[in-house]
């Protein structure tokens, strides 16, 4: 049993274009060239920090003209918030941080600048305890059982 059972076999085969290579232009030009479906898309923000990107209030904010503007908070509600908060030993930043929110959401709607949010218009009637929505502004809230 001097011979084995091993045959030998020789594959020639070429390696495929990497990753890089298929994306460069001149890959894209020469199999199009060669007459191959090449697929092409653009993603949109790819490799950017979504964290900075700009806020949809922001947008209209920007896009905001003289004929076109957006309902602020009044300054009266302002004003309820400010001495709400400040009835209740609270400075801005200690009730951004009692409703999950920015310090400078806080002082945007103290200030009357800020577009008006009924989510974050919540937030601070329940903290501070009185009204800011409706016709009696500045009145407590009545405390009574919850509607289910």
């Not at 076999?9 to 090449?38: F, H, N, W, Y």
């Amino acid at each position: 049993m001097a011979e084995s059972d091993w045959d030998t076999v020789t594959v020639l085969r070429k390696k495929g274009p990497t990753a890089a290579q298929a994306k460069s232009k001149q890959a894209i030009l020469a199999a199009q060239r060669r007459g191959e479906d090449v697929e092409t898309s653009k993603k949109w923000a790819a490799g950017q920090n979504k964290q900075h990107s700009i806020t949809k209030n922001t947008a209209k904010l920007d896009r905001e003209t003289e004929e076109l503007h957006h309902d602020r908070v009044t300054l009266e509600v302002g004003k309820v918030i400010q001495q709400g908060r400040q009835g209740k030993g609270l400075t801005q930043k200690d009730l951004a941080t009692k409703i999950n929110e920015k310090p400078q959401v806080i002082a945007d709607y103290e200030s009357g600048r800020a577009i008006p949010n009924n989510q974050v218009l919540g937030k601070i009637e329940r903290a501070i305890g009185l009204k800011l929505r409706g016709k009696d502004i500045g009145k407590p809230i009545e405390k009574g059982p919850r509607a289910k």
